[in-house]
């Protein structure tokens, strides 16, 4: 009898339950999101609070861009998506520190543009065996950099190094379109509950023969 340790195949699913599409994280998610938008507006480019609750902004609406996309791009795409999605702010530190070997002539990092998204493409084509967690990745940091750009008082340089242009829009934009994710990731709750009953619903029982 081999005394190794066993490995369930449904533990790393398990593991998300979490992070699956359902009334009540749909409801913890949003009321989060709001507030976590809301507090870093107020904060500005503080450090504390505000990094924090940017982070957390990022980081929700990376998942309910995934919500409502579906979940089979869930299951290959979600987790490293959220980690790009607030990984991507390290390259702040130089700049915090001091140094701005990386933000010279932009208002975010260098790294905070499209050649980074396309660096990592680039990987996940030459690079098979990691297509997955890649193209997670990229997909994490195009939903960073297009939440940045709504961020007020600061734009991303998204043509670096081809153009300094910065780029950005309204936040009631950002807003908006999160409004209608929210109402996607709805629809996709309403139609999973009632499948779900449809499936368990209450069924007529099987006729009993008579005792004759």
Do not use: K
Not at 50 to 67: K, M, N, Q, R, Y
Not at 167 to 183: D, I, M, R, S
Not at 192 to 199: E, F, K
């Amino acid at each position: 009898m081999a005394h190794g340790r066993t490995t369930q195949p449904g533990a790393p699913a398990r593991r998300l339950r979490l992070l699956e599409l359902s009334p009540a994280t749909l409801t913890v998610a949003v009321l989060a999101l709001a507030g976590a938008d809301w507090g870093s507006q107020l904060a500005g480019d503080s450090l504390i609070p505000g990094g924090p609750l940017d982070e957390i902004a990022h980081l929700l609406t990376t998942l309910l861009v995934f919500w409502a996309i579906g979940s089979r791009a869930r299951a290959r795409f979600l987790v490293p998506a959220m980690v790009a999605s607030v990984a991507i702010d390290l390259d702040h530190i130089p700049g915090r520190l001091g140094a701005d070997w990386l933000t010279a002539g932009t208002p975010r990092p260098y790294t905070h543009s499209l050649l980074a998204i396309l660096v990592v493409l680039a990987t996940a084509v030459l690079w098979p065996r990691r297509r997955d967690v890649l193209l997670g990745v990229a997909i994490g940091l195009a939903i960073h950099f297009w939440r940045d750009m709504a961020e007020g008082g600061s734009a991303v340089s998204l043509l670096w190094p081809i153009s300094y242009h910065p780029f950005q829009y309204p936040h009631g934009v950002y807003v908006a379109v999160v409004a209608a994710l929210v109402l996607i990731d709805t629809t996709l709750c309403v139609r999973r509950r009632r499948t779900v009953g449809h499936r368990g619903g209450w069924r007529m029982p099987a006729p009993q023969s008579e005792n004759l």
